[in-house]
């Protein structure tokens, strides 16, 4: 039987926490009495979880899908497999990490039910997180809304649920630096937030520490902006325009007779100042070329090593 409802949750080394997630979705999903399904993406996690989610497939044949990637490929992609491979009408993208309580599925169900397309959950409080994480969270969502050209709600994650015609405009597209939450605004239709409170993680590690934040944040800026490459321009002819005045200000002061900030001191600065306006640019550049690269490459974005699916199910 065709799911009604699909959750997808992505998986890396949850050994910990995956089978009281999947209790909890299977208790929410039970009580709503319609078909569903359960999309579990092991991104090449290395501890016991990919034997843990085999067994809960084992357990619950009719409700649980498994995907193996061939290796790790990273939570934006792993997410992408989930949508690909979802079969229901609404589509609930959650972490398995509990931090996002399953429970709050039914309140986007009900929400998706009055007509609307995109219902993403908003984080109103945040238990058990540092104020540097807050800090770097909230600085997070502020840079992408000033430079990016879609409008991502603040405190918004990848928690949240997709109709169907969503999920279709989704897997056409295929670029291969997936800034998933900012996907989804710039498709449109109607969308809608439900206020929740986030938990504290209790068993496991986080899985977006500040490098991978910082990554995901330019991820995002150069898939959604060009004003970077703006930037560049403008701060090549601020470089440009100080030089200038700065040379006409030099000849005054030999024409009067007199020079002052002259000395090899001055042209260091100068040289190090536009020298590294270089480098920022050159760097600026090289990010969009390389994602460039990446694109015409044509590589599939995600490789699964096996699925574990029912046999009567149909496929995509």
Same mark, same amino acid.
């Given at each position: 039987?065709? +799911?009604?409802?699909?959750?997808?949750? +992505?998986?890396?080394? !949850?050994?910990?926490?995956?089978? &009281?997630?999947?209790? /909890?979705?299977?208790?929410?999903?039970?009580?709503?009495? &319609? +078909?569903?399904?359960?999309?579990?993406?092991? @991104?090449?996690?290395?501890?016991?979880?990919?034997?843990?989610?085999?067994?809960?497939?084992?357990?619950? #044949? !009719?409700?649980?899908?498994?995907?193996?990637?061939?290796?790790?490929?990273?939570?934006?992609?792993?997410?992408?497999?989930?949508?690909?491979?979802?079969?229901? $009408?609404?589509?609930?993208?959650?972490?398995?990490?509990?931090?996002? +309580? #399953?429970?709050?599925?039914? @309140?986007?169900?009900?929400?998706?039910?009055?007509?609307?397309?995109?219902?993403?959950?908003?984080?109103?409080?945040?238990?058990? !997180?540092?104020?540097?994480?807050?800090?770097?969270?909230?600085?997070?969502?502020?840079?992408?809304?000033?430079?990016?050209?879609?409008?991502? #709600?603040?405190?918004?994650?990848?928690?949240?649920?997709? @109709?169907?015609?969503?999920?279709?405009?989704? /897997?056409?597209?295929? &670029?291969?630096?997936?800034?998933?939450?900012?996907?989804? #605004?710039?498709?449109?239709?109607?969308?809608?937030?439900?206020?929740?409170?986030?938990?504290?993680?209790?068993?496991?590690?986080?899985?977006?520490?500040?490098?991978?934040?910082? /990554?995901?944040?330019? $991820?995002?800026?150069?898939?959604?902006?060009?004003?970077?490459?703006?930037?560049?321009?403008?701060?090549?002819?601020?470089?440009?325009?100080?030089?200038?005045?700065?040379?006409?200000?030099?000849?005054?002061?030999?024409?009067?007779?007199?020079?002052?900030?002259?000395?090899?001191?001055?042209?260091?600065?100068?040289?190090?100042?536009?020298?590294?306006?270089?480098?920022?640019?050159?760097?600026?550049?090289?990010?969009?070329?390389?994602?460039?690269? $990446?694109?015409?490459?044509?590589?599939?974005?995600?490789?699964?090593?096996?699925?574990? /699916?029912?046999?009567?199910?149909?496929?995509?």
């Amino acid at each position: 039987m065709k +799911p009604r409802f699909s959750v997808v949750a +992505p998986i890396y080394n !949850e050994e910990s926490l995956v089978e &009281e997630f999947y209790r /909890r979705v299977h208790a929410v999903m039970e009580s709503l009495g &319609e +078909p569903w399904e359960l999309v579990l993406v092991d @991104d090449g996690s290395h501890d016991r979880s990919p034997d843990l989610l085999d067994q809960l497939h084992a357990q619950d #044949p !009719e409700h649980v899908v498994v995907l193996h990637f061939a290796r790790n490929f990273g939570h934006q992609l792993a997410i992408t497999a989930g949508m690909d491979y979802a079969r229901g $009408d609404a589509v609930i993208v959650i972490d398995a990490d509990l931090q996002d +309580p #399953p429970e709050v599925i039914a @309140d986007l169900i009900a929400k998706w039910r009055e007509g609307y397309e995109v219902v993403y959950a908003v984080r109103a409080e945040r238990e058990g !997180e540092t104020w540097f994480k807050l800090f770097t969270a909230n600085l997070f969502y502020r840079l992408i809304q000033i430079l990016t050209d879609v409008t991502i #709600p603040l405190e918004a994650g990848d928690f949240r649920l997709l @109709d169907r015609r969503v999920i279709e405009v989704l /897997r056409q597209m295929r &670029e291969s630096h997936r800034f998933v939450r900012g996907m989804v #605004p710039w498709i449109g239709f109607r969308q809608t937030g439900v206020p929740y409170k986030r938990f504290a993680r209790t068993a496991g590690e986080s899985k977006y520490p500040f490098h991978k934040m910082f /990554r995901l944040a330019l $991820d995002a800026v150069t898939g959604f902006s060009l004003l970077p490459l703006k930037l560049a321009t403008w701060l090549g002819t601020v470089a440009v325009l100080a030089g200038l005045i700065l040379a006409l200000i030099l000849l005054s002061f030999r024409l009067n007779g007199s020079a002052p900030l002259a000395g090899q001191g001055l042209t260091a600065s100068l040289v190090l100042f536009v020298g590294g306006i270089q480098l920022w640019i050159a760097g600026i550049l090289g990010e969009y070329l390389g994602r460039i690269y $990446d694109e015409v490459r044509h590589r599939p974005l995600y490789i699964v090593r096996e699925i574990k /699916r029912q046999e009567n199910q149909l496929t995509n």
